[in-house]
């Protein structure tokens, strides 16, 4: 079992900043990929960021360039430090791990229970 614990979500203005974090414990592997998801009102849930326990970070395109994703620490906990908001990043910010074997398969599959980012204009 893995347990998530999210802080961090709220109302900003537009141009504003917010910092989510995330922080595992439980079955955690020391191989393993952690990230933010989204979700909108009536939308998919979609990818916003992942950081592999190597601290190698991806970026979904509408968040590069204003969103960071950090991994501080040798603990399985994760940052996202969100600037420059539009109140089109307002959505439902979900933290995610997968635990992955050392050929980088993932094996499970996680989530928290989600982070309310309202952006307003």
């Known amino acids: 079992q893995v347990q998530l614990v999210e802080s961090g979500g709220g109302v900003v203005q537009s141009g504003g900043s917010l910092t989510l974090s995330c922080a595992a414990s439980g079955n955690i592997r020391n191989n393993n990929i952690m990230g933010w998801y989204r979700q909108a009102f009536g939308k998919q849930r979609e990818l916003v960021a992942t950081?592999?326990?190597?601290?190698?970070?991806t970026y979904a395109d509408p968040v590069k360039g204003r969103f960071t994703i950090s991994r501080p620490g040798t603990e399985a906990t994760i940052l996202l430090q969100m600037n420059s908001l539009k109140p089109e990043d307002t959505a439902v910010y979900f933290c995610?791990?997968?635990?992955?074997?050392?050929?980088?398969?993932?094996?499970?599959?996680?989530w928290g229970q989600g982070s309310r980012v309202t952006v307003s204009s």
């Open positions: 995610n791990v997968r635990n992955r074997d050392p050929w980088n398969k993932e094996l499970d599959d996680w």
């Open positions: 950081i592999t326990s190597y601290k190698y970070p």
